[in-house]
Antibody
Framework: EVQLVESGGGLVQPGGSLRLSCAAS????????MTWVRQAPGKGLEWVAN????????YYVDSVKGRLTMSRDNAKNSLYLQMNSLRAEDTAVYYC???????????WGQGTLVTVSS | DIQMTQSPSSLSASLGDRITITCQAS??????LNWYQQKPGKAPKLLIY???SLETGVPSRFSGSGSGTDFSFTISSLQPEDVATYYC?????????FGQGTKVESK
């Protein structure tokens, strides 16, 4: 059974940092692109970043470039999102998801809430 | 960036009704479109990929169509468990973007 479990969310002050993790199981992690999608409270979905199966390249939405960094550890079947210089507008539930086939997000984690506030 | 415009933003229908949601892309995205269902407090669930392909395990009352810039998503007979918010999402050029969502309620 495919499982994705996020962790690491919490309350952080503006300008602070946080590292999200996503533990993957039940599939061959090294065969899949992975993605982070976020959802601000009461709002819609926003794609944040993708990463290649080997971790060699990641791609970001403009609003997070230079502040958020996506990485993976294939030996640990884990995905990460290092979040620096956080802003109030980064407040959201962050979901990790598996990308399958032709760019479809077919499995999602339960999400982890990041709140940026003083 | 490619903008995705969904309509309506919300709708109310009777159980058994056929409902249709539309999604318009700001430029040609071929058939690079997915549809997701999200229930309150839950992660999104993939229903349709490639504009019209039904994800494994998804009931056949869900369907999608379209190509280029105009797409539609249909529930042929609304069931109680279909009350949710539905999102389209393109996977053309980055950044991938979602429509603003359509909240489906039952009368």
């Amino acid at each position: 059974e495919v499982q994705l479990v996020e962790s690491g969310g919490g309350l952080v002050q503006p300008g602070g940092s946080l590292r999200l993790s996503c533990a993957a199981s039940g599939f061959t992690f090294t065969s899949h692109w992975m993605t982070w999608v976020r959802q601000a409270p009461g709002k819609g979905l926003e794609w944040v970043a993708n990463i290649k199966p080997d971790g060699s390249e990641a791609y970001y939405v403009d609003s997070v470039k230079g502040r958020l960094t996506m990485s993976r550890d294939n030996a640990k079947n884990s995905l990460y999102l290092q979040m620096n210089s956080l802003r109030a507008e980064d407040t959201a539930v962050y979901y990790c998801a598996r990308i399958n086939g032709i760019w479809r997000f077919d499995y999602w984690g339960q999400g982890t809430l990041v709140t940026v506030s003083s | 960036d490619i903008q995705m415009t969904q309509s309506p933003s919300s709708l109310s229908a009777s159980l058994g009704d056929r409902i249709t949601i539309t999604c318009q892309a700001s430029q040609d995205i071929r058939n690079y479109l997915n549809w997701y269902q999200q229930k309150p407090g839950k992660a999104p669930k993939l229903l349709i990929y490639g504009a019209s392909s039904l994800e494994t395990g998804v009931p056949s009352r869900f369907s999608g169509s379209g190509s280029g810039t105009d797409f539609s998503f249909t529930i042929s007979s609304l069931q109680p468990e279909d009350v949710a918010t539905y999102y389209c999402q393109h996977y053309g050029d980055l950044p991938w973007t979602f429509g603003q969502g359509t909240k489906v309620e039952s009368k």
